[in-house]
């Protein structure tokens, strides 16, 4: 399971409205995949569908779909949102990262 911060619900919920998405319908996907400067980076984009083989969540009012394959990588992971002075975006604290980029965007087991 994914948790959610109430910053980072505040600006999904506004991202999502701004792209025509509707918070109380559709989904957040969040994934993994290869790359990045750790060995794997997050993906994070809004969906309208689920496939048959997500996972589906909701915490604090957002609704998560992650497909089968990210969901071990991910589980007790908190989606945050930070705007301070170091950087503004989504941030993923995650328990099952061993090493973290700088940049917060990557990790490795």
Same mark, same amino acid.
């Given at each position: 399971m994914i948790k959610v911060s109430e910053t980072a619900k505040?600006?999904?919920?506004?991202?999502?409205?701004? $792209?025509?998405?509707?918070?109380?319908?559709?989904?957040?996907?969040?994934?993994?995949? *290869? &790359? %990045?400067?750790? #060995?794997?980076?997050?993906?994070l984009k809004f969906d309208k569908e689920q496939h048959e083989?997500?996972?589906?969540?909701?915490?604090?009012?957002?609704?998560?779909?992650? $497909?089968?394959?990210?969901?071990?990588?991910?589980?007790?992971?908190?989606?945050?949102? *930070? &705007? %301070?002075?170091? #950087?503004?975006?989504?941030?993923?604290?995650?328990?099952?990262?061993n090493r973290t980029c700088g940049c917060g965007e990557s990790?490795?087991?």
């Amino acid at each position: 399971m994914i948790k959610v911060s109430e910053t980072a619900k505040k600006k999904v919920v506004e991202l999502m409205a701004d $792209d025509g998405y509707n918070a109380a319908t559709d989904y957040v996907r969040v994934g993994v995949k *290869s &790359g %990045g400067c750790s #060995g794997l980076s997050y993906d994070l984009k809004f969906d309208k569908e689920q496939h048959e083989d997500d996972k589906v969540f909701e915490d604090n009012g957002v609704k998560i779909i992650i $497909d089968k394959k990210s969901f071990l990588y991910l589980i007790g992971t908190t989606l945050e949102y *930070s &705007g %301070g002075l170091n #950087g503004t975006g989504f941030v993923f604290n995650n328990p099952n990262a061993n090493r973290t980029c700088g940049c917060g965007e990557s990790f490795s087991l």
